[in-house]
């Protein structure tokens, strides 16, 4: 009877470890399987670049509006990057232009700091050039020329510039009539339905809050570009006016 009770004893323990090491297997395998699935489905999502991310989301935006945003973004920096070039060609070191006519005017009279001014670039040189053409008609001459052709200099460095502006606010205002224009969307599909069902409202809101966000995203660039140029045209017409100033000081100890 011991040996019936041990025998038994052992094959209920053999089937319980049997049925356990089944149950372990099994859920080994299914947390595998189910861990090969889930890197199978996260690795499209990891695989999907920033570029590839960013044109599923401009063509789901719909190409009406979008393409409109995209092109101000385009005008815009093309804008930008012209006037930026411009500006940094247009930067001139204006204490040593001021020591070369210093120089030249000395040694050489009117005609050498001219020649000076004529070899250099930039609007300071060329408002120089404006003051030293005028030294025959009087210092009053000198300074209305001056004056005059620094009005004409700061207008080419502003040239093109309000469009980046019109740009930076037409680009939100095209997103937020995205924003209604799929709202309008999403409405009258429930309307067509006539249930509230979340699947219908759902894409005229994706549309809507795409467009809204990447004409955001394009002002946002386009005001930092913006800033940039305006601080760097207000930095030029401050040397121009300092140039200026310095201009007359330079005549009038010359004429003495």
């Not at 411009?86 to 006519?101: E, G, I, R």
């Not at 207008?155 to 009539?177: D, R, T, Y």
Request: glycine share 8%; aromatic share 6%.
């Amino acid at each position: 009877m011991k040996r019936l009770f041990s025998i038994l004893a052992i094959t209920g323990m053999m089937v319980f470890g049997t049925a356990n090491a089944t149950t372990i297997a099994s859920t080994t395998t299914a947390t595998a399987v189910a861990t090969t699935i889930t890197q199978d489905d996260a690795a499209p999502a990891e695989t999907l670049g920033f570029h590839q991310e960013l044109k599923k989301r401009f063509i789901e935006g719909g190409p009406g509006f979008m393409g409109i945003v995209l092109l101000c973004l385009i005008l815009g920096l093309a804008i930008a990057i012209e006037r930026i070039i411009f500006l940094n060609l247009s930067t001139t070191n204006t204490k040593k232009l001021t020591q070369d006519v210093e120089d030249a005017l000395a040694s050489g009279g009117v005609e050498a700091a001219k020649e000076v001014c004529r070899n250099t670039k930039g609007p300071v040189a060329s408002i120089y050039y404006q003051g030293l053409d005028r030294t025959d008609e009087g210092l009053d001459a000198v300074e209305k020329a001056v004056v005059a052709y620094g009005g004409v200099q700061m207008g080419q460095l502003e040239k093109n510039v309000s469009w980046i502006s019109l740009f930076i606010a037409l680009a939100p205002m095209l997103g937020f009539m995205g924003t209604v224009i799929g709202m309008i969307q999403a409405f009258d599909k429930i309307e067509a339905a006539g249930d509230m069902q979340p699947s219908l409202v759902a894409g005229g809101i994706k549309v809507a809050l795409l467009t809204t966000v990447f004409g955001l995203v394009v002002a946002i660039i386009l005001q930092i570009f913006y800033n940039y140029i305006i601080a760097k045209i207000d930095s030029i017409v401050n040397n121009m006016e300092d140039a200026s100033i310095t201009l007359m000081d330079l005549l009038i100890r010359h004429k003495k």
